[in-house]
């Protein structure tokens, strides 16, 4: 199971960026995808997490402002990031939820 997360770099505060999980090895379908952050010194925490039927989930910090998605044709889950923050700056990783799958992370800064 291999899953590739692509999508972060830089951009300002009010701005917006979309993250993405390419996975393989597996059903995709059947799979719930979860995104989480890690922010420089702090532990790493849930983001949002899509279920293979296509419920969705989101920490209250991101909620009205993050948007979880899936492609199952693609194999492919997405993270919508609108009206970004400097606190939502952090490695971003996709999983296959419940299970030990991660992707390498992908970096997020938002500027102030």
């Known amino acids: 199971v291999q899953l590739q997360a692509s999508g972060g770099g830089l951009v300002q505060a009010g701005g917006s960026l979309r993250l993405s999980c390419a996975v393989s090895?597996?059903?995709?379908?059947?799979?719930?995808i979860a995104w989480f952050r890690q922010a420089p010194g702090k532990q790493r925490e849930l983001v949002a997490v899509i279920t293979g039927g296509g419920f969705v989930n989101y920490a209250d910090s991101v909620r009205g402002r993050f948007i979880i998605s899936r492609d199952n044709a693609k194999n492919t889950a997405y993270l919508q990031m609108n009206s970004l923050k400097p606190e939502d700056t952090a490695v971003y990783y996709c999983?296959?939820?419940?299970?030990?799958?991660w992707g390498q992370g992908t970096l997020v800064t938002v500027s102030s």
């Open positions: 090895g597996l059903t995709f379908g059947n799979s719930a």
């Open positions: 999983t296959v939820d419940g299970t030990h799958y």
